[in-house]
């Protein structure tokens, strides 16, 4: 009888158990890709109010802070107002002849500034406030600005940006130093100065704080430019070579801006605003060169 065989079965390779398939989550997806809130129209709306109160009320606890301190401000801000004020008594009493500036004693404690009105006193007062107020509410109301994109961001623009937030106040300090020690001297002079022949300076309150406080205000802002570019290529609205392309566009922004600033017509104290405004332009180029590189935005060309 013949041997019959079988056909030998194979084994079946046993499978895992699988995992089962979570349902799609409705929650909001992880912060870390950059979308961390996503909102409507009417919601950023809503943020940008919240945003714009807190740093209107940043503001007005700065101005209050800026009352206790205007009397002192006034008085650092009179120094060269006092200096115009001896050079032009000095002018008067030599009858029109030359002298030396460099002879001219300026005596603070009889020097007072000059108001034409009942509340020229007032207004003086307030608006050197205003401007000590908005100095110390600067990173208050740049923290809030900022706050306001960081949905977009990812964990790591973030803590960039919120290492970058002591900068603020640093550039804005230096615009302040520049404006007043580098700018206003040679800017106060050429105004003084200007055909004494057929002009008689005598500056009111009013007049010369607004002049001062507003140089120094913007030139504070002005300096912030590196800042903004450094933030708007960490979100990769900008990248370096359009910068560099358009560096004639730069120039001639930063000839207007220099004529906004600068009070005076003159090329000099024009130049003396347009000159750290295009290099703080440069400092923006390499900012957003650095940012792109912390954002991996371009990962395969360094522009």
Not at 97 to 124: K, S, Y
Not at 245 to 250: C, D, I, K, L, Q
Request: glycine share 8%; charged share 15%.
């Amino acid at each position: 009888m013949p041997e019959l065989k079988l056909p030998r079965l194979r084994r079946q390779p046993t499978r895992p158990p699988e995992k089962p398939v979570d349902a799609p989550s409705l929650e909001e997806p992880d912060q870390e890709d950059g979308h961390g809130a996503r909102m409507g129209f009417f919601e950023h709306l809503d943020e940008l109010r919240m945003r714009l109160v807190r740093a209107s009320i940043a503001l007005v606890i700065g101005v209050g802070i800026g009352l206790a301190f205007a009397t002192p401000g006034l008085e650092f801000l009179r120094t060269p107002y006092c200096q115009v004020v001896a050079l032009n008594d000095a002018y008067n009493n030599s009858g029109g002849q030359e002298f030396n500036p460099d002879t001219v004693v300026i005596d603070l404690n009889n020097c007072r500034f000059q108001t034409l009105g009942p509340t020229g006193g007032v207004v003086a007062y307030f608006r050197v406030a205003l401007l000590l107020g908005g100095i110390i509410a600067v990173p208050m109301i740049t923290y809030q600005l900022l706050m306001f994109i960081f949905p977009g961001l990812t964990r790591r623009e973030r803590r960039v940006v919120l290492l970058s937030l002591p900068a603020v106040m640093v550039l804005f300090l230096i615009g302040v130093a520049f404006s007043w020690f580098i700018l206003m001297p040679p800017a106060l002079g050429f105004l003084e100065g200007f055909q004494q022949n057929l002009f008689r300076p005598e500056w009111t309150a009013d007049l010369y704080l607004s002049f001062v406080t507003s140089l120094i205000f913007w030139m504070g802002v002005a300096f912030e430019t590196p800042l903004i570019f450094f933030v708007l290529g960490l979100l990769g609205l900008v990248s370096t070579r359009p910068l560099i392309r358009n560096w004639r566009v730069a120039v001639v922004g930063a000839a207007i801006a220099a004529a906004l600033i600068t009070p005076t017509i003159d090329p000099v104290n024009m130049g003396l605003v347009m000159g750290p405004l295009l290099v703080l332009y440069v400092l923006s180029v390499f900012l957003v060169f650095v940012a792109r590189r912390i954002s991996r935005i371009d990962e395969t060309s360094p522009y």
